[in-house]
C-alpha cells in the first residue's frame, strides 16, 4: 500500500474542519491556520535528527512517568482499541520500547483477558513501571523484560498473539537500527503468525509546524515541548517507515496518518491464520479527568482502524 498522503481539501476547509473536531484554543487559532497552510506550502520534510534511544536519568524517568498519565491519554486509548480489534480472548501481547509500562496499564484494564510482555532498555524505565504495576495490581497480567528490540531472541515468549509498538519506533538511532527492530518482529511474526500494531510520530513537512500545531491545543511546559519537538524531529516519514516495513517482510501491513494534520501514523495488520477474534469484551476504564473529550475526537481522527473479522 502506498505511504499516507496529506489531504486534498483546501487548507481553508482543512482549518474549519480541525476548528470543529478538536477543542482548540480561541486565541491560537490565527496560529492554527497559518502553520497548517505552511505546512501544505512546504516541500519534504527536513532530514531526520536522531534523539537518545534510552531515557533512564531519574529526573527525566519521573517526569516522563507522571505527565504521561494525563498528555497520553488519547494515544493509549487509541492503541489499546486498535490492539483490542487484533488479539483474541487470552491472548498474549509483546509490546515493543514499552517505557514505563502506562500504556500497557490502560491495555490491560481494559483487556482484562491478555497477558502483556513489555520489553524496554532502560533500567529506571522498567523499575517505575514495576512499581505502578505492583500499586495497581497488574503485575500479575504485565511483565517487564529489559531487552533491546533489535535483539528478541531472548526476551520473546514461545507464544505471541500481537507484537506492538507504541512511540518507540523513533528512538532507534539508525535506518539500519529501525530496520533490525522490524526484522525481529518480521520473525517473530513468521514464527508465531502474530497481529502487528504499531504507533509512532511522523516527521512533518516544515520544521516549526509540529510545535505550532502542539501549542493550538495544549499548554506544555519548556522541558515538554523540547521533548515533543525532538520526538517529531526523530520520527521516520511515514513513506521512509513503510518502505523499511516492506523490506522487512511486513508487506501485508495497512497503513494511515492522522487526518488533516499527519504528524502521527498507525501500521497494522492482523494475525496470518486469519482467526476470528471475539469472544473479549473492551472493559471501560476511566480516563484522567478533563482528557474525555480530547481522547474522543484524538481516536476518530484515524480512518480505516482495524475491526473484527
Known amino acids: 500500500m502506498c505511504a499516507p498522503t496529506y489531504p486534498s481539501a483546501p487548507v481553508t476547509h482543512t482549518v474549519r474542519s480541525i476548528m470543529f473536531h478538536l477543542p482548540v484554543k480561541p486565541h491560537k487559532l490565527p ?3 497559518f502553520t497548517i497552510a505552511r ?16 531515557m533512564d536519568e531519574q529526573d527525566s524517568v519521573a517526569e516522563y512517568h507522571q505527565v504521561g498519565a494525563r498528555t497520553q491519554a488519547p494515544i493509549y486509548e487509541l492503541c489499546a482499541r486498535g490492539i483490542h480489534e487484533l488479539v483474541p480472548h487470552g ?7 514499552s517505557g514505563s509500562a502506562r500504556c500497557l496499564a490502560h491495555l490491560a484494564r481494559r483487556r482484562p483477558d491478555l497477558r502483556i510482555i513489555g520489553v524496554d532498555l532502560s533500567d529506571r524505565m522498567i523499575e517505575t513501571g ?6 495497581d495490581g497488574l503485575d500479575g497480567r504485565v511483565e517487564l523484560r529489559k531487552g533491546d528490540i533489535r ?15 507504541n512511540q518507540s519506533l523513533h528512538h532507534l538511532p539508525t535506518t539500519e537500527a529501525l530496520a533490525g527492530c522490524l526484522r525481529e518482529v518480521a520473525r517473530v511474526r513468521e514464527r508465531t503468525g502474530a497481529a502487528v500494531w504499531i504507533f509512532d510520530e511522523a516527521r512533518v513537512r516544515h520544521g516549526k509546524s509540529y510545535g505550532g ?27 521512509e517507515l513503510i518502505e523499511q516495513l516492506d523490506d522487512a ?3 501485508d501491513l495497512r497503513h494511515a496518518a492522522m487526518r488533516f494534520f499527519p504528524a502521527y501514523q ?31 475526537m484524538f481516536v476518530r481522527m484515524f480512518p480505516g482502524m482495524p475491526r473484527r473479522r
Open 249 to 251: 517482510g511486513l508487506r
Open 151 to 165: 535483539d528478541l531472541g531472548d526476551v520473546a515468549p514461545e507464544s505471541v498473539d500481537l507484537v506492538s509498538s
Open 130 to 135: 514495576r512499581a505502578m504495576l505492583a500499586a
Open 39 to 54: 505546512e501544505y506550502a512546504s516541500g519534504p520534510p527536513a532530514p531526520r535528527v536522531p534523539e537518545p534511544m534510552v
Open 31 to 33: 496560529v492554527l491556520a
Open 91 to 97: 491472548g498474549t501481547v509483546l509490546d515493543l520500547g
Open 213 to 239: 500545531f502542539l501549542t493550538s491545543f495544549l499548554d506544555l511546559t519548556p522541558a515538554l515541548k523540547r521533548d515533543a519537538l525532538a520526538s517529531e524531529r526523530a520520527a521516520f516519514t511515514p513513506r
Open 266 to 296: 498507525v501500521h497494522w495488520a492482523p494475525r496470518r491464520d486469519a482467526a476470528a477474534v471475539n469472544g473479549a469484551p473492551l472493559v471501560d476504564a476511566q480516563l484522567p479527568k478533563g482528557t474525555e473529550f480530547d481522547t474522543w
